[in-house]
């Protein structure tokens, strides 16, 4: 069973631009997770996407959105960026409500 | 909302030696508690989980323990190997209110020296 799949890897992108990441859940989840990753603020939740819905929403600001498709891919977009947005991106998959979360391998985002 | 403190934020054993690592958290309305283990480079990898109804579990060498009085949980990994060094992360979530939202502890990174 394939597992979570991010694109991009990495990405390098200018302040004020804006950037869409995509994540492919594990087959038959429904769930997807978002999570930024910084050395300072380590691992905060954005949102959560369940059924083409957001379920839950971290505490960042407006300029984060996401989305789900009918087939359960994600996609979260930064518009606007800012140097502070530069972090490792997750993606986590989950089959539905309070299960076990699969992480995939991130995308790292540069923002200079 | 959830608040989750981790210990050590280092830990350096030698190999064959034990490891833990301690979480605490204070919502006492949190009732699913992960470990995970992230190597360089890569996402976040599930290692042993844990839910309120029960007080431990284990899959061979790892461990996991919970005290819901105390808003306690720990990891334990017994006679540990060089592959084991890597960040570890605990994290609680509410459960079906709170869908899938984890929260993280600080992490901490374990070297298991050869």
């Known amino acids: 069973k394939a597992g979570v799949t991010q694109t991009p890897r990495y990405l390098i992108k200018t302040r004020g631009q804006q950037v869409t990441l995509s994540c492919s859940p594990i087959s038959g989840h429904r769930s997807v997770s978002w999570y930024q990753q910084t050395p300072g603020q380590g691992l905060q939740f954005l949102f959560e996407y369940f059924s083409e819905t957001q379920r839950n929403k971290g505490n960042f600001p407006g300029r984060f959105s996401g989305r789900q498709f009918s087939n359960s891919r994600s996609e979260m977009n930064v518009s606007t960026l800012e140097l502070g947005d530069s972090a490792l991106y997750l993606c986590?998959?989950?089959?539905?409500?309070?299960?076990?979360?699969?992480f995939g391998q991130g995308t790292r985002l540069t923002v200079v | 909302g959830e608040n989750v403190e981790q210990h050590p934020s280092t830990l350096s054993v030698q190999e064959g030696d034990s490891a833990v690592i301690k979480c605490t958290y204070s919502d006492s309305a949190s009732n699913y508690f992960p470990w995970y283990k992230q190597e360089l480079g890569k996402g976040p990898q599930l290692i042993i989980d844990?839910?309120?109804?029960?007080g431990e579990k284990k899959d061979q060498r790892i461990a996991v323990t919970l005290n819901k009085t105390a808003k306690h949980f720990s990891l334990h990994i017994t006679e540990t190997q060089p592959e084991d060094s890597a960040v570890y992360f605990c994290a609680a979530s509410i459960g079906l209110e709170a869908g899938n939202m984890l929260t993280f502890g600080g992490g901490t990174r374990l070297m298991v020296k050869p």
């Open positions: 986590a998959s989950s089959f539905t409500s309070n299960t076990e979360a699969f």
């Open positions: 844990i839910r309120s109804n029960v």
